[in-house]
T-cell receptor, first 114, second 110 residues
Framework: GAVVSQHPSRVICKSGTSVKIECRSL??????MFWYRQFPKQSLMLMAT?????????EQGVEKDKFLINHASLTLSTLTVTSAHPEDSSFYIC??????????FGPGTRLTVL | SQQGEEDPQALSIQEGENATMNCSYK?????LQWYRQNSGRGLVHLIL?????REKHSGRLRVTLDTSKKSSSLLITASRAADTASYFC??????????FGKGTLLTVNP
């Protein structure tokens, strides 16, 4: 089956630093990847759609300069949280588009900003 | 984009009982999907029902879709303790885009 990995699974950083999260499709090529954010006991909120070789499309209210997305290859997308603050602490999940209508989700990254 | 609503928000049942979760959505859809999430983990795709389908089965799962009411239901039969998780519906639009509901936390007691 289609496998999507994320790295790191957990990260703790100091306020003001930047954190990069990687999302990889391990056994298939993904033209489109998605980044979600999930607060405790809440649902997933789509942050942006990442297309290989082009700029990401951000959802309303998501700061593109704060959440930098790069989709340099068909198997890798990265999300960089720049100048992180405690309110950025959250669970970040990526997914990759596979067969028509299907997304395969990564295991998530728990970010804690001190 | 607006999210759908699931009800109930939390459901606690005994092993062997059936669990029914409902979902409503606001936009037009290509499909409606259900996912499962164990605490602190990623999402696992359970089942997809297309907008022109009314009912679909997969093992112990049964999903219905009523596009006139913009609602869907997920039935898990003969529940097991291992089914304990959060369940989310997601409205599928164009270009793979999904809009998630708020989720139902299901607890199956042994």
């Amino acid at each position: 089956g289609a496998v999507v990995s994320q790295h790191p699974s957990r990260v703790i950083c100091k306020s003001g630093t930047s954190v990069k999260i990687e999302c990889r499709s391990l056994d298939f090529q993904a033209t489109t990847m998605f980044w979600y954010r999930q607060f405790p006991k809440q649902s997933l909120m789509l942050m942006a759609t990442s297309n290989e070789g082009s700029k990401a499309t951000y959802e309303q209210g998501v700061e593109k300069d704060k959440f930098l997305i790069n989709h340099a290859s068909l198997t890798l997308s990265t999300l960089t949280v720049t100048s992180a603050h405690p309110e950025d602490s959250s669970f970040y999940i990526c997914s990759a588009g596979g067969k028509v209508d299907t997304q395969y989700f990564g295991p998530g990254t728990r970010l804690t900003v001190l | 984009s607006q999210q759908g609503e699931e009800d109930p928000q939390a459901l606690s049942i005994q092993e062997g009982e059936n669990a029914t979760m409902n979902c409503s959505y606001k936009t037009s859809i290509n499909n409606l999907q259900w996912y499962r999430q164990n605490s602190g983990r990623g999402l696992v795709h359970l089942i997809l029902i297309r907008s022109n389908e009314r009912e679909k089965h997969s093992g112990r799962l049964r999903v219905t879709l009523d596009t006139s009411k913009k609602s869907s239901s997920l039935l898990i039969t003969a529940s097991r303790a291992a089914d304990t998780a959060s369940y989310f519906c997601a409205a599928g639009g164009s270009n793979y885009k999904l809009t998630f509901g708020k989720g139902t936390l299901l607890t199956v007691n042994p």
